[in-house]
Structure formats: C-alpha cells, structure tokens
C-alpha cells in the first residue's frame, strides 16, 4: 500500500492528538471517580468567625487526607471531596444568599453552618429544596425541620457534665453566679441549661447577671456578682471570656471557675497568669490530648489532626476546629450507608443508624423531648479542666444518662428564661 | 460599702476614657462643624496599633502608644486636609466622607489583622493595687487614668494658657468673626483634628491592653462619645469631660445594682431627659440665632 506524504502526515497528527488527550485526561475518568461538593455557609468574617473559619481549617485538613488517600468508596464510585465555602459574616440576608448559590450553583450534597438566626432564616429553603444542613445548636431544630440535624455538638447540653463533675470534685462549692450576654441563641440556651444543672446538683444559683453585646467594661459587672460570694462564677456560653477572667483575676477572685468555651486559653493565661487559670472547668478538649486515644472516639488520628491544623494555622484553634470535620466525617458515614451521596438518602441512612457513630461515643438520636424532633445525636462528652496551662480531659461523662434523668428540670428552666420547648 | 467604693473606682476610671474620646469628638465638631462618625474608628486604630507593634513584634508599651498618638494624628490630618476642608461648606458631606472614613478603615483593619476572634494584648502592667484590703485596682488601670487625665490637663492647658488654644476655642465660638481677627481658619481646623484624633489615639491606645481589639470595635465607642457630648453640651470641652464622669458613674451603679441590659437602657434614657430638660447639655450655651 502506498502512503503518501498527506497520509503519513494526516495519521502521525490524529495519532499523536489522541495520545496527547489519552496522557492528558485525569485518571479519574477511567477510574469512575467523581467529586462530591460539600458546603459550609458559616462566618468567616466578623465577630462569629472564630466559630466558623476554624472549622473550615479543619475540613480542609480531613478532606485533604481523604482526598490524598484515593478519596472515599460511595456506592460503586470513588468520590473525592471538595470543601466550596460561603462567608455569610453571621448576617441572614447573606446566609440566604450564600445557600442558595452552594444549593443551586456549586449543587453542593449537604451544607454544613453554625447555627442560630443564620439557619431560622434558610430553614423554608432546606425543606423546600431536601437539603441536608447541618447545624452547632440542636435549639434550631422545629418539629418541621426535618432536614436540619445536629451530629455533633450539641450546644449546650454537654455544659450539664461539667457542673456535674465539678460538684462531685469540690462538694464544698455551694453557690454559683452565672453571667453571659442576653441573646437567645446562645446566651440564655447555656444559661438556662447550668441553671438546671446547678440544680440538680444542688448548688444554689444566687445571681444570673445577663448584659448586651455593647459592654466595654467588665469591671462593673464582675465587681456586682463577686459582692455575692460564689463559690462559682460560670461563664454561659459567653463572648467575653477573656475580659471576664481578667477581671476575676484583678479583683482576686479564688472560687471554682466553670464555662462552656474558653476559646484561645492561651491569651487568657498571658493577661492574668498560669496559676489563676489553672482548675478552669470547660467542655472544649484540645485534640492533642492524649484521653483522645482511648477506644470509643470516632475521630481519625485526633492527635495527628491537631498537630496539622496547629502547624497551618497556629493561631486559630477554636472550639469548632474540630466540630465541622466530625460533622464531615458524620456525613461520609452517612453516604456509605446509603451508597449515595444524595441529601435524602444520606439522612436516610444516618437516621436509620441507632447508634450513630457519636464523635466522644455513646451517640443517639434525642430531641423529640425538648424540640419536637430526633434530629440530634448526644452522646459523652468530655469535661475539660487547665492544668499547667493546659486544657487537659479530666472524664467523659454521659450527656444522656443526665437529660434521661432531668430532662424535666431543663424544661422547666428553658421555659423560666422564655425559650423554646416543646 | 466595699461595693460602692470600688464601683466608684470603677467609674472615674472608666470615666477617664470616655472623656479622651469624647473630648476630642467635641473638638472636631466644634472648630469644624463636623459630626465625625469615624471617631470611633480612630480609637480603634490607636488600639490596632499597640497589637501590631507591641503585642506581635514586642516593641516596648510607651513608645508604642506615642507611636500610636502620631499615626491616628496623621490619619486626622490626612482626613481634614483632603475630606473635610473641601467640604467645609456643607456639613452633610462632611457627615457623609467620615461615614467612609468609617467603612474604610474598619476593612484596613481586617487586612492588617486578618479575620477571627478578636485581638488581645498582654497587659504591659501586670498585678493588681489592692486598698484597704478590698479595693481592687489592676495597675494597667491606674497606669491608663493618670495618663488620659495627663492628656486632659494637657490639653487644657493648651486651650486656656496657649495662643493657638485661644484661637482654636475663637474659632469654635465664631468662625467668621475668628477669620476677621486674622485668625487661620485652615491652620486652626488642622489643629483641632489633629488635637481631637491624638487624644482619640491615646484613648486606643491606653485601652488596647483591657479590650477585645476588633475592626468594629468603634461602634461602641461612638455612640458613648455621643451620649456623652450631647449630655456635656455640643461643643462644650469642659461639658464633655463632666459629662463623660456623670455617664461613666451612672452606668457603673447602674450595671452594679440593675444589670447592663437595664444600664444602656438608662443611659440612652439619660440623653433623652437632659435633651428635654435642657437641650444645649449640661454646660451648652444656647445661641441667639
């Protein structure tokens, strides 16, 4: 056969066109690999970011890895996961805008945020559109918001386990003075939760002293319920960590501490010290902490993952740091339930699961009692205490062997403060 | 007792820097004619200042805050220079650029400092004065009084003993009678913007180390400097530091005895009954139109 010049030239080309698209295409497309979008419409800006950039740190790091180790098996296809992010600055205008492009543009398979007026405004769009949304407040779940759930925390039940513990170390500690800003997001929830724990370890709650978002001195206020002689002073959920220990420490405070966040400890010490610090009773642990290793966690590598996030972003380790990726990893549990990655199915087969895989252990399906639904998972939570400077894990304690027990006595105080109970 | 001695502490202290931010409000207002919604702002740069310098690179506290004092006076005069003066004729745009001024530097905030929580700064003064036994008084306190009632001693004597000082209250009286004396309108304007946003420096400054430092911290700022100014009488120096006593000492009791919620409350109400009860504020002049 004769080929002539035009031919040799037509064939060299078309071969070498197709093997530079063969080399060129990504493995992906002859491995049945796909990408699964999942979204964060949280704060990322603002004076809600540090519950809300952390946890995208921390998603990015566990996405990373998954993605590093050939992406997750969903049905019979291999996803790879992809974090799209919306800052929505804790303004619901922006929320509602921000869903609705991770829902229609970036079609993102569940949206995780924190919760709050942020997820009130876009609850008709989650159910209109079966959107999986993930929420940090359990209090944002209605009797109709069936696709909002809670996984991981659930903000501020844990805080129960803090107070019980701290009553059966310092037995002697009678009196507790709780102070935190007056939203009913976050402020009166915690409020209203260690007023029912404090009752039911039978400390006297002498003073709830509440205060806007507009304070530009604590000393006043600290000054007013230490006049009281708490052998407790409790921080409810508090933005003011900071400048209310200061002021504990200045005003030579000695009674037992208790909060719900203590948030970049760290500043706290280097404003007052080590010594006055230390013995501080939270519910957040670090996640280098070596109680993390015991069987029972349903964290990968918890230590590893901290030791990441603290080497990439060494000063933004906040509580939520690892919530949002324990959410993540809640979500993929889900979604190899189901074989699917679609919203429905995944919650699906996450509510199927009695005893869901809980990030501390112990996790169940609880709300109905308090919220109308069972879309949030309680499970053990960790009691956290400073030691040498340190947030260390003193106990896990069962968060709900306490609401089995006293889910009374916390409606009856939600319902004192005006909040939202069944 | 031991409470209401220590809430009085509490409140001349905090009374000391309401006056500083208040009193250089006034100022502004009262040479230039212009309400300076991006007061707040510059007390919020005086206090990103000691968290850049001090905080993250170590540079010692006092240098830092006159470092801080100069920066802000730089940001005033760069402000009166290209913004106000142009529109010294009409008070609106005035209003209007420091509103900009506002959103402008609370976004150079952001990309100095960066989002997430809000910044601290280790107190340069550690340990805590303790009187009789019960009254407890953190020496970076004590340190921040005597330096912001330094500032207004000075500051007085600058606008009682000084030609320039004469000239600046001249102005704020009369503008045009001032010009027909052969006072500098312009050179005066920059005086007192300057003056008011150096005292607005060292108010951020001195109280970097005791708040949470935020781009938006100067919204609370400013509407205390309002309460403030217009319950001392718009445009009155001496008006705004009493007033700036008498407000910080109300809401201290207040907060003490009723909580916070009920003392912005009141303090909001306290602007209210002394604009019905006498307009011009508690040292305001009325003026004959």
Known sequence: MKITRRDFLKKTATGVVLAGVATGLPVNVFANEKTVKIGMNIPMTGDYAPWGLPGLYGCEIIADDINAAGGVKIGNTNYKIEMVSFDHAYDTEKTIQGYKKLVLEDDVKMVMMLGGSTVSSILPWAQRKKMLTTTLLPSDITPKSEYVIATCESHPLYNVTGVEWLAENFPEAKTAVIVTNNDVEWGLQSASTYKAAFEVAGIKVVDVNLHGFDVTDFAPIVSSVLAKKPDIFCMATSFYTTPLMEQLYHQGYKGKIISCTLDYYNEIIAKTSKEFVNGTIFQFPDFDDPALLQEGIHFPDPNGFDAKFRKNHPNDWSAVAWEYPAILLNWIEGAKAAGSVEPTEVLKALKSNKKPNFVFGGGRWWGSELWGLDNAIVGRWPVVVIEDGKARIKEFRSLTDWLDKNNDILKKNMKALGLRTV | ?289
């Open chain 2, 1 to 289: 007792m031991e409470l209401i001695l220590q809430s009085i502490v509490n409140g001349l202290i905090q009374g000391g820097f309401f006056a500083l931010f208040a009193v250089g409000l006034v100022l502004i207002f009262g040479v230039m004619g212009v309400v300076n919604f991006a007061h707040g702002e510059l007390v919020m740069v005086g206090a990103y200042t000691v968290w850049v310098l001090h905080a993250q690179n170590g540079v010692p506290f006092i240098p830092v805050v006159m470092i801080a004092i100069i920066v802000v006076t730089a940001i005033g005069l760069l402000m009166e220079r290209f913004l106000f003066r142009p529109t010294c004729n009409d008070p609106l745009a005035g209003l209007i650029c420091s509103i900009g001024i506002l959103f402008i530097l609370q976004v150079l905030a952001t990309v100095v400092g960066g989002d997430g929580p809000s910044k601290q700064v280790p107190p340069p003064y550690h340990g805590t004065l303790v009187l009789f036994d019960f009254l407890h008084v953190p020496y970076q306190r004590v340190f921040s009084f005597f330096i912001s009632a330094a500032g207004l001693g000075t500051l007085w004597y600058f606008l009682t003993r000084t030609k320039f000082g004469w000239a600046l209250r001249a102005v704020a009286q009369d503008r045009e009678a001032s010009a027909l004396q052969g006072i500098n309108i312009n050179r005066i304007s920059m005086i007192a913007i300057g003056v008011g946003a150096a005292l607005a420096g060292l108010a951020g400054a001195l109280m970097a180390p005791l708040a949470n430092i935020n781009p938006h911290m100067g919204h609370n700022v400013i509407i205390t400097a309002f309460i403030v100014t217009i319950v001392g009488g718009v445009g009155s120096l001496s008006g705004a530091v009493m007033a700036a006593v008498i407000y910080a000492m109300f809401h201290t009791f207040i907060t003490v005895y009723f909580g916070g919620v009920i003392a912005t409350i009141c303090g909001l109400l306290l602007m209210v009954v002394v604009l019905i009860i006498k307009p011009t504020g508690i040292m305001g002049v009325k003026v004959s139109e």
